[in-house]
């Protein structure tokens, strides 16, 4: 560590763009990251690793001007100067956002395509980065929900730190955002808010009224009944047998269907303007807000959507994007299921009436791998769209495991088939795994091959939690540390493909 310290005061005085240059950047065991070494005044800070963990440098020519707000262990060296060993905490994270700005997450409202890169593991970071830096894309590189924080024991500040010291360490200076998801309460959108996330994915939800999708007419008429004379008077009014050109689409409401949005929708929207309203208390105009209305049974029909577009922006509420529940089967971790011409032309409809309200982004979730649809999600959005992925950059982890660490990756399937109903009760998926070859049948050759079978995938796909909270933890973790380059490499190839297939350009 000294030797590299030393050499780093060498090349201090060779200005920021050489210093790498002029350094050592590897002895005993420890190893910096080159992208990662900038000047902070008279001092230099970068990120490295050694046989077991990351750590943040800092090197001072000055060992009474270290820069301010760092925690670490302090090495003496040579002519007064001295170094700080830091472990990659808040209070470091804190430090290397206030330094350097451009580590912390901002809002991407202005952006056109943006690619939520949920990271469970907050290793996946410099794998998306590799990825998404050669096109016009805007990752939002922390993104993480309530029930995944709850399954791998993180918080939202610390999703937000990892992906801080990774943005660092890449040199990444392009922007990226920060996702608190899937959110239902406000006491939850302040912790997000407080750990420095400016995109908010509201989760209407356990707000809006699913059921009345289904209730027949009398039911409906009786239910909007019970609302105020003004809403059933201006519902009347706006949407009752009217039709509404949008793009290349004629969306027709008729009476029934304007008074079931109503009783489906309006209290939900209401919640929206509060959210809103809070947003824009909190952080100005810095905010990203998406509304998702994906958790439902049913999928969003195009009356539906462009009732919820109006009515919000009727109540003001300014949304850079909108998640619809499409048709079809969108299942963890595989490809789309369904009838591919129908989605088609379902989905240019949606695409048309964002353009006509507001021209906000369509949003896809649980968007990772569902390679058959891209073409057409970018085609139709001309771009203008949010494509948000989660657990697929686990599932690269797994995959690297099962290549590198053949062993570790049986006990983590096996740990895997043990909580799979459990799991059950939390994630959606129709797989079959009885149709995974039993593990004592599969040479070690055999196992990555797993991740390329539907059943597999979903049966670790949805397992994550107790597979990082039990006692695979240290060996899983310990391994990802081994095998860093490994995942890099694969993480960049998965998110390539996504990308390519949605037709976004190279810079």
Known sequence: MKTICES???????????????????????????????????????????????????????AAKMPAGFSGEKIGLSNGSAALLCELDSVNA???????????????????????????????????????????????LAQQSMRELTMTGRTFQGVVDDATFMVYECDFQSGYGADGDHLKKICDIDVALAAGMPMITL??????????????????????????????????????????????????????TAKRCAVMYDAALDFALEVYKHLQEKRGNEFDLEISIDETTSPTLPSHHLYIARELRRRGVEFSSLAPRFVGEFQKAIDYIGDLDEFDRQFA?????????????????????????????GRETSGFLHLKTAGTSWLVAVEVISRCEPELYRDMHKCALENFNDMLKLYHITADINK???????????????????????????????????????????????????????????????????GVASK
Not at 111 to 140: Q, W, Y
Request: one cysteine or more.
């Open 349 to 377: 409809c949606h695409a048309d009436i964002a353009k006509s309200y507001g021209n906000y982004k369509i949003s896809v979730h649980s968007g990772s791998d569902k390679f058959a649809v891209y073409p057409t999600v």
């Open 8 to 62: 780093v005061l060498a090349g201090l005085s060779r200005g920021e763009k050489n210093l790498a240059s002029a350094m050592v950047l590897s002895s005993n065991g420890c190893e910096i990251y080159p992208s990662s070494v900038h000047r902070l005044g008279n001092n230099a800070v970068m990120l490295g690793r050694d046989s077991e963990k990351r750590f943040l440098l800092i090197v001072a020519d000055n």
């Open 94 to 140: 804190k430090a290397l956002r206030t330094a350097f700005p451009w580590c912390a997450p901002k809002s991407l409202r202005a952006e056109r395509t943006t690619m939520g890169c949920g990271d469970r593991l907050g290793l996946a970071t410099r794998g998306h980065i590799m990825a998404c830096k050669n096109f016009n894309l805007s990752p939002v």
């Open 436 to 502: 995974i070859p039993a593990l004592d049948t599969l040479s070690d050759e055999q196992l990555p091959a797993l991740m390329e079978m539907p059943e597999a995938r979903q049966l670790l796909h949805i397992t994550y939690g107790p597979i990082l909270t039990g006692n695979l933890r240290d060996r899983f973790f310990k391994a990802m540390h081994k095998f860093e380059k490994e995942y890099d490499e694969a993480v960049k190839r998965h998110f390539e493909k996504h990308i390519t297939l949605l």
């Open 203 to 256: 989760d209407l939800s356990e707000v809006m009224n699913a059921a009345a999708g289904d209730w027949n007419s009398d039911e409906i008429n009786s239910a909007f009944a019970a609302m105020s004379s003004e809403t059933r008077e201006r519902i009347a009014s706006s949407y009752a047998d009217k039709e509404f050109l949008v793009g290349r689409y004629t969306v027709k409401i008729d009476a029934i």
